[in-house]
């Protein structure tokens, strides 16, 4: 595999990193942290506008075609400025089981809307105790009627599910079928109830409860017998999606650190300059290195056989965890009692990596996973 960037994908990265720069700089996203909605409909125009919403969809739906290095690449510097938008829910997540879906109408109807900027989505899967599972369906059906189905149950912790146009549910199509179907629904439909919160890091999520809710036919995206096998490699890339993520946030969190500590004064000269503070940066960076080599091994394995890629996506996101704990941790711990203020931004990138290393199963999960194919 060749890590060298192409020259459009270092485009690609300078317009990205300049963007959060200077559209989406600290203060900008503590204002729409601070806001009803918590995302900014402006922005998300705005990453319409720059075709990154359609990076990794096919030309005929009005995408881009690029490979995942691209959504790598616009992921990290969102990690750098902690974007609250929806991007991996909708534009990687929810778009590519769509990109998937039994109903090539469907799909031409609801991708292009995605790419220009017009339609949010969001899966709507995880059951209350259900913790990291695929597939969950034990109190969500989907009952056949003459006209369609009829929708009743609830989800949790739906990502940015208040905001969302469009919601992918998981439901069983009946009580004797135990794999569930995926249901394309509308927030606002008659029925469905959204009680939205505020997440750690000032994102917000949704739980969700649908009651009697009338979808026509064309309402299943994916039937039982193939939902589970796209659910999988959809949450497979929007994992590794956020581990690069994850990557953007200890980059930054060094880049203020080192900033912090070359700056800071104390017995006569720059705190940076002490050994052992040295050596904390020294293993602040090896932790990041580590990221960044199993990021590109999770890239490399994305064409490879299922069981294959979920081992090594495992792999890669159980490292970006603990490395950054570590990172942001050390972070905190170098700039003392003020890395803790709401006013500075070391906090909220620990913030932000809490709510990443949960996001798509945590630490234990994926070495669970990553165990278990061995």
Request: charged share 25%.
């Amino acid at each position: 595999m060749d890590f060298n960037l192409s020259e459009e994908q270092l485009m690609l990265k300078d317009g990205v990193e300049r963007f959060i720069q200077q559209q989406y700089g600290f203060e900008t996203r503590r204002a729409i942290a601070a806001s009803d909605e918590g995302i900014s409909r402006a922005r998300w125009q705005d990453y319409a506008d720059l075709g990154w919403l359609g990076l990794t969809l096919p030309e005929d739906v009005g995408g881009l075609a690029c490979s995942f290095v691209e959504t790598a690449i616009v992921m990290e510097a969102f990690g750098r400025g902690m974007v609250l938008e929806p991007f991996v829910q909708t534009a990687l997540l929810c778009s590519t089981i769509i990109d998937h879906s039994d109903s090539e109408a469907k799909r031409q109807a609801l991708l292009p809307a995605v790419i220009e900027g017009r339609l949010l989505l969001s899966l709507a899967d995880s059951e209350a105790g259900t913790r990291f599972r695929l597939g969950c369906a034990e109190h969500t059906v989907a009952h056949k009627t003459p006209d369609g189905y009829l929708l009743s149950g609830a989800k949790t912790l739906v990502s940015a599910g208040g905001s969302a146009d469009q919601l992918l549910v998981t439901a069983r199509l009946d009580d004797s079928v135990k794999e569930p179907g995926i249901f394309v629904v509308d927030r606002r439909a008659a029925g469905v109830t959204c009680h939205t919160y505020r997440l750690l890091d000032g994102s917000r999520a949704a739980d969700i409860e649908f009651r009697n809710v009338e979808l026509d036919e064309s309402a299943l995206l994916i039937v039982p017998d193939r939902a589970r096998e796209v659910l999988e490699g959809a949450t497979g890339l929007a994992t590794l999606a956020s581990v690069a993520e994850i990557l953007g946030v200890m980059e930054a969190v060094m880049e203020i650190t080192a900033g912090y500590i070359k700056a800071r004064v104390q017995f006569g000269q720059p705190i940076g300059k002490f050994q052992a503070l040295q050596h904390r940066m020294a293993e602040m960076f090896v932790a990041v290195q580590e990221t960044r080599s199993m990021l590109y091994c999770g890239i490399a394995h994305l064409d490879r056989p299922a069981n294959e890629r979920s081992r090594v996506i495992s792999a890669a996101k159980a490292v970006a965890g603990r490395a950054s704990r570590f990172v942001c941790a050390q972070g905190i711990q170098l700039h003392g009692g003020m890395g803790m203020t709401e006013e500075y931004q070391v906090g909220h990138y620990f913030r932000k990596m809490t709510m990443m290393e949960k996001m798509f199963g945590d630490i234990d999960f994926h070495l669970a996973r990553f165990a278990a194919t061995h």
